[in-house]
């Protein structure tokens, strides 16, 4: 799915099975670099620039036609006398300026071939993978919806809320929420969350340092200290009493049985982090 619409209202807003052309350049006449100038010294050389440009745009529409196409899709701009002819000639949808983004994703979805050239095309460069095209009106926004792909290896999240914060807010969760689904894919194992893996740690540097004499000891201590962060920044954030929770908290975790026990930010209270169902994903803590 991606944020844009036909270039001509005439043309087709719903296609099945859709023969799809991806292209990396512009319908239209290309204009000089630089420092071009076009003398004309009567009337009819301007018509035969004119004439001209036509000829060029027709060109590569003519080769676009031969590979049959029912949609095409460009990064650039299409001129009106290429949606004309487009339109006129093969009954084409074509879509303009396109995110190059948007069109890596549609060539993964439909098995197309991004081209820099029209001339350049063949039967294989042509998506035939996507089973439904279909333009929509979402707000005030016009969106395209190329679904039922055969082998799909892209995808879109449509988020909608009822402002710009608001829909801020929901895309880092998301990326959040994203990255957490791709930490356990590459690292299938799970851990305590609530802060039961940190306060466990912290107990149990504390318990080392004890049995070091000297200053060697202050530097297992300062860790324990700084893994205990965590929990107290959980409990901070869920408005619990941090100094009573974290006591608890330790006290817990001196017994071998409290393994598991950590701060329920919904609940503000300490449970048992497997009885509720809180993990975090290993590739974090390593």
């Known amino acids: 799915m991606f944020n844009k619409d036909v270039t001509h209202p005439n043309m087709r807003r719903s296609i099945a099975n859709p023969r799809v052309v991806l292209l990396d350049c ?6 000089g670099e630089s420092m071009t100038n076009m003398e004309f010294t009567k009337e009819e050389d301007f018509k035969k620039a004119l004439a001209m440009e036509e000829t060029e745009v027709l060109r590569m529409c003519r080769h676009i036609l031969k590979v049959k196409p029912d949609i095409v899709i ?7 006398i290429a949606q004309h002819f487009l339109l006129k000639e093969g009954n084409v949808t074509c879509i303009r300026r396109v995110r190059k983004t948007d069109n890596n994703r549609i ?4 098995g197309a071939t991004i081209c820099n050239r029209p001339e350049e095309l063949e039967e294989k460069d042509v998506g035939s993978d996507c089973a439904s095209f279909e333009v929509k009106k979402l707000g005030d926004d016009y969106f395209t919806y190329m679904t039922d792909c055969k082998n799909p290896k892209a995808c879109s999240i449509v988020l909608r809320g009822a402002s710009k914060d608001v829909l801020n807010e929901i895309e880092r969760n998301l990326h959040d929420a994203l990255g957490v689904a791709r930490n356990v894919l590459r690292n299938p194992k799970l851990v305590p ?3 039961a893996l940190e306060m466990e740690l912290s107990v149990r540097l504390t318990k080392l340092a004890n049995t070091v004499e000297g200053t060697s000891q202050w530097p297992y201590k300062a860790m324990a200290s700084a893994l205990e962060v965590i929990p107290r920044t ?15 908290l330790r006290a817990l975790h001196q017994d071998p049985a409290g ?3 950590g701060i329920n930010g919904n609940t503000a209270t300490i449970e048992n982090m497997e ?12």
């Open 26 to 31: 512009p319908l239209e006449y290309k204009k």
């Open 107 to 110: 060539s993964r979805i439909c």
């Open 259 to 261: 393994l598991n026990m």
């Open 74 to 80: 460009t990064e650039k701009g299409v001129s009106d």
């Open 234 to 248: 959980l409990a901070q954030n869920c408005g619990g009493n941090v100094v009573r929770m974290l006591t608890e």
């Open 193 to 195: 969350g609530g802060g």
């Open 275 to 286: 009885t509720a169902a809180i993990w975090d994903p290993c590739a974090v803590k390593l």
